[in-house]
């Protein structure tokens, strides 16, 4: 039968290993956000997808900390629930901006296929001639 009380030392790293080392000043060697100047998220706004249901959610709980007399607590949710309000409305107009430049390039190349029908005709005006 195998003890796993003997076999401890093989499923933990030792001391030596740590992946961040830090150097005298206290900060990690190995960070790759210490300068903050090229830090981007990967997926921006990924959390605030159900921002409609968020605003929702932080209105009821401050309605309810009114209800329990609580009134610093049901500014905060107050707070994000503006919050979230704003990430909303920011949704809206990247959506409404993404649609006039998809409209207008689709003008744009009506446009550029009526000028060219234009050109066409022209060009068999000419060579019947």
Same mark, same amino acid.
């Given at each position: 039968?195998?003890?796993? #009380?003997?076999?401890?030392?093989?499923?933990? #790293?030792?001391?030596?290993d740590r992946t961040f080392r830090r150097n005298g000043n206290?900060?990690? &060697?190995?960070?790759?956000?210490?300068?903050?100047? *090229?830090?981007?998220? $990967?997926?921006?706004?990924? =959390? =605030?997808?159900?921002?409609? #249901? @968020?605003?929702?959610?932080?209105?009821?709980?401050? $309605?309810?900390?009114?209800?329990?007399?609580? #009134?610093? @607590?049901?500014?905060?949710? @107050?707070?994000?629930?503006?919050?979230f309000s704003r990430i909303l409305i920011s949704q809206e107009?990247?959506?409404?901006?993404?649609? =006039? @430049?998809?409209?207008? *390039? &689709?003008?744009?190349?009506?446009? &550029?296929? &009526?000028?060219?029908?234009?050109k066409e005709k022209e060009l068999e005006e000419t060579s019947?001639?």
């Amino acid at each position: 039968m195998n003890n796993f #009380k003997n076999n401890r030392r093989g499923r933990f #790293k030792p001391n030596g290993d740590r992946t961040f080392r830090r150097n005298g000043n206290g900060h990690k &060697v190995n960070s790759d956000y210490n300068n903050g100047s *090229s830090f981007k998220r $990967r997926h921006p706004g990924k =959390n =605030n997808q159900n921002a409609a #249901k @968020l605003v929702e959610k932080y209105n009821d709980l401050a $309605r309810e900390a009114l209800s329990n007399g609580d #009134k610093i @607590l049901s500014e905060n949710y @107050l707070q994000h629930s503006e919050h979230f309000s704003r990430i909303l409305i920011s949704q809206e107009n990247s959506r409404n901006h993404s649609e =006039n @430049l998809t409209e207008n *390039s &689709v003008n744009d190349n009506d446009q &550029v296929s &009526v000028q060219t029908d234009i050109k066409e005709k022209e060009l068999e005006e000419t060579s019947s001639k």
